[in-house]
């Protein structure tokens, strides 16, 4: 099983916690988006978006984070990170969409990039609109938190996919200078998760590919 991931992605993030959370040995592919590796013309053959993480496993190359995180519990099943009851799997993937679908996407290296290489904002512009959307996220994931959350992790006493798209999402909320002083829950778990092995081997700072 290998996997190809940029240390600083956080959809790559979310795929390594949840690899090292079911105790799975992937070897690290690094990409670095940064350099445009993710576009090069052999890496876009196996993956049409052009994007990471990919994941290849045997015949299998699957791109998209949580669609790798679905294939992960589909073939290794404990623990479990998508929960198979209704309610418990609906709020999971509720508060994991706020973040995947709502605030990831239009704060993702490649739309930085266009705002500011070919709209031509300034920088502190760019960081202005990063802000604005964190915060209107981090809204409605704090607000699900108060209303469903319990538990050390987002819900309950083990992690869940939730879990692995919050973690990454603080990470580049705090690298990016964003005040998270008004998401106490949500912090609260993060603060939880950071001591817990399979998320500090999943961290940034941990790949081979880190650079400061």
Known sequence: MQLYSFFNSSTSYRVRIALALKGLDAGIRPINIRKLEHRAAAYMAMNPSGSVPMLHDGDLQLGQSLAIVDYLDATHPEPRLIPREAVARARVLELSSVIACDIHPVNNLRILRYLTDVLGVTAEQKDAWYR?????????????????????????????????????????????????????????????????????????????????
């Open 132 to 212: 604005h959307w964190v915060q209107d996220g981090m809204r409605a994931v704090e607000a699900l938190l108060e209303r469903y959350g319990h538990g050390d992790f987002c819900f309950g006493d083990a992690p869940t996919l939730a879990d692995v798209c919050l973690v990454p999402q603080i990470a580049n909320a705090q690298r990016m200078g964003c005040d998270m002083s008004a998401y106490p829950r949500a912090m609260a778990v993060h603060a939880h998760c950071g001591t817990i092995e399979a998320f500090q081997r999943a961290a940034p700072s941990a790949q081979p590919d880190y650079t400061a």
